[in-house]
Each structure stands twice: as C-alpha cells, then as structure tokens.
C-alpha cells in the first residue's frame, strides 16, 4: 500500500524550531519529487516547498523562504522540513504529497498531515 | 501574477450538474490539478492535465481548460460530492506551485 506518515507536529513557542518527518513507503521513494503542503485551521491550502527526486532542485514559498529548510534521505524513504523562527502564522496542519511526473506532476498521495502549533 | 482565484462557495441541486472555475496567469502556460477535500480528511486528486482521473475517480468529475481559466465540472451532483474544492497548478515562473483559493460545494 502507497502510503505517507507525517510525525513531528506539537506545539512549539515562538522563534523556537521544530523538524517534520515524513515515512513513505508502498513506491520507490527516491523515484519521485515530495512537497509540502500546510493548511491552517479553517483555511485553504498552501504550498510549503518542494524537492526534486535527488535534491538538486528545491523551492519554497515566499513566506516561508529562508526560515524553512526541505531536505530528503533516499535511503531511509524519509522527507523532513526543518521549521527555525516559527511565527503564530506557521500554525498550521502540514502535509507531505508525493508528485507524479506522468500525471503533471499532480500531488497524487498526500499523508494525513501533522499538527504544529506556534504560541506562547 | 502566482495567484490562482476561485469563487469561494457554489451550490448545486442533487443530480444537477457545477463548474467550478479557477483563474490564473499560470494557467496558459500550465494544466491545473484538482483536489476534493472533506472535512478531518487530506485532500484527494481528482483530475490532472488536460482531463485525467486517477483511478478510482468517478466519471461525473471532468476537466477544462480556456485561457487563463481552468473548469472542473461535476455532471451529476451526489451528497458524497460536498466538499472543498481547489486548484493548483506552478506558478508563472514554474518554479512554484500554488493552490487556489478554494471553493465549498453544498448539494442541496
């Protein structure tokens, strides 16, 4: 089964760090880019960054540029996302998707997300 | 401009037919993808490209595209289709990607 586990979530104080993970497993992980994607309560969604299949091209949203760092180990099937200087605006439901070049790069698998919360 | 807008809610009579649309610079230049979100669930892919379903997908979800305009159609609403609904595609510079604003279908 195609599957992707999020950990990492909780609540964190302002300025603090936090680093996501994200388990894939059921496809060759190293085969596919991985992004993530937030969602804060009651909001829409909103593209975090992504990373090509062996890291060589990366990107991130403007808001979170320079504060968040994206990174892949292809041998432990993991996605992480290294959050520094989180802000009340960061709290947010994060998800991992995996991106499928023969489907335009659609987000065909998403995880079920996890919770990071960012007050004092 | 990277935004992609959507008209935030739409209703729909049960076995009528919904466009949701979604409008954006980017989208003359890339196909957009579609996602149902229910509430407490992840979003699901439901079109890609020029009109594509994964498997899985019923037939009643299709896909358009015009301009800087893209169209998901639902042709004959059921009570499982109410949902959220959003776009994404890459952003003008295609480095990027960006969902859409969203859009809340209720079938009435």
């Known amino acids: 089964e195609v599957q992707l586990v999020e950990s990492g979530g909780g609540l964190v104080q302002p300025g603090r760090s936090l680093r996501l993970s994200c388990a894939a497993s059921?496809?060759?992980?190293?085969?596919?880019?991985m992004h993530w994607v937030r969602q804060a309560p009651g909001k829409g969604l909103e593209w975090v960054s992504g990373?090509?299949?062996?890291?060589?091209?990366?990107g991130y949203a403007d808001s979170v540029k320079g504060r968040f760092t994206i990174s892949r180990d292809n041998a432990k099937n993991s996605l992480y996302l290294q959050m520094n200087s989180l802000r009340a605006e960061d709290t947010a439901l994060y998800y991992c998707?995996?991106?499928?070049?023969?489907?335009?790069?659609?987000?065909?698998?998403w995880g079920q997300g996890t919770m990071v919360t960012v007050s004092s | 401009s990277s935004e992609l807008t959507q008209d935030p809610a739409v209703s729909v009579a049960l076995g009528q037919t919904v466009r949701i649309t979604c409008q954006g610079d980017?989208?003359?230049?890339?196909?957009a993808s579609w996602y149902q979100q229910k509430p407490g669930q992840a979003p699901v892919l439901v079109i890609y490209g020029k009109n594509n379903r994964p498997s899985g997908i019923p037939d009643r979800f299709s896909g358009s595209s015009s301009g800087n305009t893209a169209s998901l159609t639902i042709t004959g609403a059921q009570a499982e289709d109410e949902a959220d609904y959003y776009c994404?595609?890459?952003?003008?510079?295609?480095?990027?990607?960006?969902f859409g604003t969203g859009t809340k279908v209720t079938v009435l």
């Open positions: 980017s989208l003359r230049s890339y196909y």
């Open positions: 998707a995996k991106v499928d070049p023969l489907r335009f790069d659609a987000f065909d698998i």
């Open positions: 994404n595609s890459r952003d003008s510079s295609g480095t990027h990607r960006v």
């Open positions: 059921g496809f060759t992980f190293d085969d596919y880019a």
């Open positions: 990373i090509s299949w062996n890291s060589g091209s990366i």
